[in-house]
């Protein structure tokens, strides 16, 4: 049997928060699929339903090694209540949006290539491409006070609100924030800024002219597209596409668990 982190006798007995970490796990995965992944940079959060803080991927760990035991408990001040292994020094960027956002469960941080060269620019994302259409209501906002890694809770506190009501933030010359209710939808927002960052790139280095449809095209686009129903597909569809890769159903076959 796996070596099992956690100390909590409640983790243990709470099937959800387990069944919920098993895939967020594999939405650090997933995302490592497309394109987020930077060596052992990157982690993603889900609030503790009980209010007790977040549980936050562990450090020293690349995307597509995490399973659902590789997580933390930290509080809203970052004291570690559950779980070993290293704190991630971004922990404030996690609490502070949590703290902004109460309907958001699930936060990532990441530095996918394409979403930080595009941060690195004075681009306004633009709804060109579909991917974009996801941001259709708050646009991606970009946080410009510093390129520093996000490591006290006045930065957290800065980048949330830079953030405000969006899916996500470009974190200018470091990398992005993404966020949702669920872990299905904050994956989604970081797959599509990804995505959406890679073909505006591609525009404005073809040197052809281009041109965004209407803000109320991509408004209306957005709801067409987008449906709760259609968030389940392309959910899906990512954990067919990781499951097909680690060659069986399930967590951790990337890392061989089983095996240790
Ligand atoms: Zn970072």
């Keep these: 049997m796996p070596h099992s982190p956690y100390s909590d006798a409640l983790h243990r007995q709470d099937g959800s928060i387990a069944t919920v970490l098993h895939d967020v796990a594999r939405a650090h995965r997933i ?18 339903p009980h209010g007790r803080g977040l549980w936050l991927k562990q450090g020293n760990l690349g995307l597509e090694e995490v ?3 590789d997580f933390i408990l930290i509080d809203f001040d970052g004291n570690v209540l559950e779980g070993q292994g290293l704190r991630h020094l971004e922990w404030p960027l996690h609490s502070e949006i949590m703290l902004a956002r109460p309907e958001v469960n699930v ?5 996918p290539f394409h979403s930080t060269i595009f941060g690195a620019t004075d681009a306004e994302l633009g709804p060109y491409v579909n991917h974009a259409v996801w941001f259709a209501h708050h646009g991606v906002p970009r946080f410009t006070e510093t390129s520093h890694i996000i490591t006290t809770q006045p930065l957290g506190t800065a980048v949330a609100r830079t953030l405000g009501p969006a899916e996500a933030v470009l974190l200018a010359n470091h990398g992005v924030a993404f966020v949702g209710r669920n872990v299905k939808e904050a994956t989604l927002s970081g797959i599509f800024l990804e995505k959406a960052a890679k073909a505006q ?3 404005a280095a073809s040197g052809l002219g281009h041109a965004p449809p209407s803000a109320a095209e991509t408004i209306e686009k957005h709801e067409v597209i987008y449906p709760e129903r259609a968030k389940d597909n392309y959910w899906m569809y990512f954990n067919r596409k990781l499951d097909a890769l680690e060659g069986r159903a399930g967590s951790g076959a990337l890392r061989g668990y089983e095996g240790a």
């Design 31 to 48: 995302l490592e699929l497309e394109g987020h992944g930077d060596m052992s940079m990157g982690h993603l959060s889900y609030r503790d």
């Design 67 to 69: 399973t659902g035991e």
């Design 107 to 111: 936060v990532g941080h990441s530095h």
């Design 201 to 203: 790139l591609a525009l």
